[in-house]
């Protein structure tokens, strides 16, 4: 998404419009940040941030309380003139009317939430970078295997859409198979989901197109989960030289909108069982970052036995 619409701010955040009479017709929110106006209202505007979400807490609204009405009315006046999206006000605290007053002069939205500022700029922060954040479409299979989002990569017929029902079937969830839209919300996230055509649908070559919510229920699905691991499925019999990693003593990772993902090379040929394999590959990645590593600990265990023979 390029930008945020008024109607899915007010809705998502659960604000309040102050000043219906200002016209949110053209509204759009690009930037996915917000400031604090505390210097701004004193009359400080050095690498002030127009662009962004103004959030008015308790400490900038007592400020303004205290100021004499012409005093308060040239202060917001300046700041409000400045060309910034929006002014929500947190802890249900009502705008002054002289502040309704110059919302709808300079048609900028006057929003209210009811909740704390600390709780309010932290979600409004999240979700912002989620609706805003870059995004890239790349073919496979997303599924959420024991809470962690396992993405799986490989040619076309190799067999992730049967590796991802066989996963469903033993009490894993779906996010999206074919397509998945990845989002990068940080610099140490990045979120998964499905395209809106093809959400919650998986196609099995020589069955069709089958729903998974439908056929398996709602708990079998998700909307969206960050992606944690990579599985890249390959072909035995067609990557004969292909070496595989045995210990997994060193991690390998595959690039995504400048995140790396740890990524875990499968060889598929007939009789595997792809289902077991990505479950243990998932339980193992989460073992790794509770603080266990199996390959060292069988490191360590080599070592202590090659000492204790040369004793």
């Not at 219906?20 to 941030?49: C, M, W």
């Not at 073919?139 to 396992?150: A, I, R």
Request: aromatic share 8%; charged share 25%; hydrophobic share 40%.
């Amino acid at each position: 998404m390029d930008y945020i619409d008024f109607d899915t701010l007010v809705d998502h955040l659960e604000l309040r419009n102050a000043v219906p009479e200002v016209d949110v017709t053209n509204f759009k929110l690009t930037v996915p940040e917000i400031n604090r106006p505390a210097l701004q209202l004193t009359g400080f505007y050095a690498h002030f941030s127009n662009n962004r979400v103004q959030v008015i807490g308790n400490v900038e609204y007592t400020y303004l309380s205290t100021l004499d009405d012409s005093v308060r009315e040239h202060n917001f006046e300046e700041f409000i003139s400045k060309g910034i999206p929006c002014i929500i006000f947190t802890n249900n605290n009502e705008p002054h009317d002289i502040e309704k007053k110059l919302a709808v002069k300079y048609n900028v939205p006057m929003l209210v939430a009811n909740k704390k500022t600390s709780l309010f700029t932290a979600e409004i922060i999240r979700w912002m970078n989620i609706q805003l954040g870059p995004t890239v479409s790349i073919h496979g299979v997303l599924v959420d295997v024991y809470g962690e989002g396992v993405l799986i990569i490989g040619e076309s017929g190799i067999g992730k859409s049967e590796a991802a029902i066989e996963l469903i079937k033993r009490g894993h969830r779906l996010v999206s198979d074919d397509v998945v839209n990845i989002k990068k919300v940080s610099n140490e996230m990045l979120i998964g989901s499905a395209p809106a055509i093809t959400k919650h649908l998986i196609e099995l070559r020589g069955i069709g197109v089958i729903d998974v919510k439908s056929l398996f229920g709602i708990e079998c699905v998700e909307d969206e989960h960050p992606i944690d691991m990579v599985i890249n499925l390959l072909d035995w019999t067609k990557n004969p030289e292909q070496e595989y990693d045995r210990l997994g003593m060193d991690e390998v990772y595959t690039e995504y909108l400048g995140n790396r993902v740890v990524t875990y090379t499968i060889p598929v040929r007939p009789g595997r069982n792809l289902a077991v394999i990505v479950e243990a590959a998932a339980v193992n990645h989460r073992q790794k970052k509770m603080g266990y590593n199996a390959a060292l600990e069988l490191y360590r265990r080599v070592q202590e036995n090659i000492h204790s023979g040369k004793k």
